[in-house]
């Protein structure tokens, strides 16, 4: 069984930052991209930013400079550093895979979703 767990949200100021983690476990074989998206109730969930294990990253144009998707393939781990928050940054974050699991003669490509982190930006 593969899990993702999120981790780091909170309350913050407008202006002010926060770091999210993800972590993968379970039995993995490969993770092919890592991603976060985020969620406002009666919204759909969003693309925040992507990273893929070629080196390809995308950010959605409301972060894009002000946010930082990192990842460390090995360890199956992943980061968002987020700057300069603003009140429509509020939303719950989630950390999403998609991933590979190798069971014998099995193969499962498999897109896996973490709990979700909350993230409040206000004054």
């Known amino acids: 069984q593969v899990q993702l767990v999120e981790t780091g949200g909170g309350f913050v100021q407008p202006g002010g930052s926060l770091r999210l983690s993800c972590v993968a476990s379970?039995?993995?074989?490969?993770?092919?991209?890592m991603s976060w998206y985020r969620q406002v109730p009666a919204n759909k969930r969003e693309l925040v930013a992507m990273?893929?294990?070629?080196?390809?990253?995308n950010y959605s144009d409301s972060v894009r400079g002000r946010f930082t998707i990192s990842r460390d393939i090995a360890k199956g781990t992943m980061a968002l550093q987020m700057n300069n928050l603003q009140p429509e940054d509020t939303a719950v974050y989630y950390c999403?895979?998609?991933?590979?699991?190798?069971?014998?003669?099995?193969?499962?490509?498999?897109?896996?979703w973490g709990q979700g982190t909350l993230v409040n930006v206000s004054s």
């Open positions: 999403n895979a998609d991933t590979q699991t190798d069971s014998g003669q099995t193969t499962q490509y498999l897109e896996v």
């Open positions: 379970g039995s993995i074989s490969t993770i092919y991209s």
């Open positions: 990273s893929s294990n070629r080196g390809r990253i």
